[in-house]
């Protein structure tokens, strides 16, 4: 469900070109580019290492379910995190 408050803070990351989509076995994503905008629950996962909380954390509810409905196994999940961290110029610290 896209609140107010939400969908307000969308336009302004898209306004601001941090916004960043991308697609993965025929899915579609899009997610915010700059980590300055993520809660710090999201950066303290990520210095942790906590590859699947930081994943969720990026994709929101909604995105995560629709990652979650393929099916994925720990390969597809490495490979699609592999994919996103590229895309915002991450290292998934291999």
């Known amino acids: 469900m896209t609140t107010k408050k939400n969908a307000s803070a ?3 990351a898209e306004a601001n070109g941090t916004i960043r ?3 993965y ?3 579609k994503y899009t997610v915010e580019s700059d980590s300055q905008n993520w809660s710090v629950e999201t950066m303290l996962a ?6 699947v909380s930081v994943v969720r954390a990026i ?4 995105q995560w379910a629709q990652f979650m ?3 994925p196994n720990n ?14 110029g991450l290292s998934t610290g291999e």
Request: charged fraction near 40%; glycine fraction near 8%; avoid cysteine.
């Open 59 to 62: 994709l929101g509810p909604e």
């Open 46 to 51: 990520y210095e942790d290492g906590k590859a």
């Open 21 to 23: 989509e991308f697609e």
């Open 10 to 12: 969308a336009l302004e």
């Open 25 to 27: 076995k025929g899915q």
């Open 75 to 88: 390969r597809d999940f490495n490979n699609f995190t592999e994919d996103l961290f590229e895309q915002l």
């Open 69 to 71: 409905a393929t099916k």
